[in-house]
């Protein structure tokens, strides 16, 4: 099996101890025209933690813009209308399976970072594809779809809650131009080659978004 992974690092002035924040991340679906795969990765700040308290990826389908809709409701809630009924299907965007890269770093001047990552599946062989035939045809045709080598344009944001409990955001930003995404394959392909990783796009990406 081959992954996608794809970490963003949010950098700011003071950031909100237990604060909840979430970066989503969206392109135009490779299976339904019209549509957007989506995702986001919420995860709580703390000034006493390295790795954070907290942290969840979640998928969603849609027509919607996330940065054009009601922004009320807890984190957890963002864009509920287009939330993926099976969270947990293997070739849906996840969970990085190591807790240590769900970071906190802070310094004496009051510069913070917070970082989240997504995974998903890439390609599937042997009896994952099997089952992901029987169980999962959903997630297993956007990893058929997936294009290598072609530039995806992403749409993406933030935005803070105080606490898990809050019922709207007090803080956020979007993108004003989708940036763009491919996957390098290099000269030996990509199918077979491992673990593809795209943190330095997204690094780029997070220090636009929060640039004060």
């Not at 390609?123 to 994952?128: A, D, K, V």
């Not at 779809?145 to 992403?154: C, G, M, V």
Request: aromatic fraction near 14%; include cysteine.
């Amino acid at each position: 099996m081959e992954f996608l992974i794809l970490t963003d690092f949010l950098v700011g002035m003071n950031m909100e101890e237990g604060g909840y924040y979430q970066t989503y991340f969206q392109m135009p679906s490779a299976t339904q025209a019209g549509l957007y795969d989506s995702y986001t990765c919420t995860s709580e700040f703390s000034n006493l933690s390295e790795i954070s308290p907290f942290y969840k990826v979640k998928g969603y389908e849609g027509t919607s813009l996330f940065s054009e809709i009601d922004q009320t409701g807890p984190w957890d809630k963002f864009m509920s209308e287009d939330l993926m009924e099976e969270q947990d299907m293997s070739g849906l965007w996840t969970e990085f399976f190591d807790k240590s890269i769900y970071i906190n770093r802070s310094d004496s001047s009051g510069v913070n970072v917070r970082s989240c990552t997504g995974i998903r599946t890439l390609s599937m062989s042997g009896y994952p594809r099997q089952n992901a035939e029987l169980e999962e045809p959903i997630a297993l045709a956007w990893v058929d779809a997936f294009k290598y080598q072609h530039t995806y344009e992403i749409k993406s944001g933030w935005r803070l809650w105080e606490s898990a409990t809050a019922t709207e955001p007090t803080g956020g930003k979007d993108v004003s131009k989708p940036w763009k995404f491919e996957v390098d394959c290099g000269d030996y392909g990509c199918i077979g080659s491992g673990a593809v990783t795209m943190g330095a796009s997204a690094l780029a990406l997070a220090a636009t978004l929060l640039a004060y």
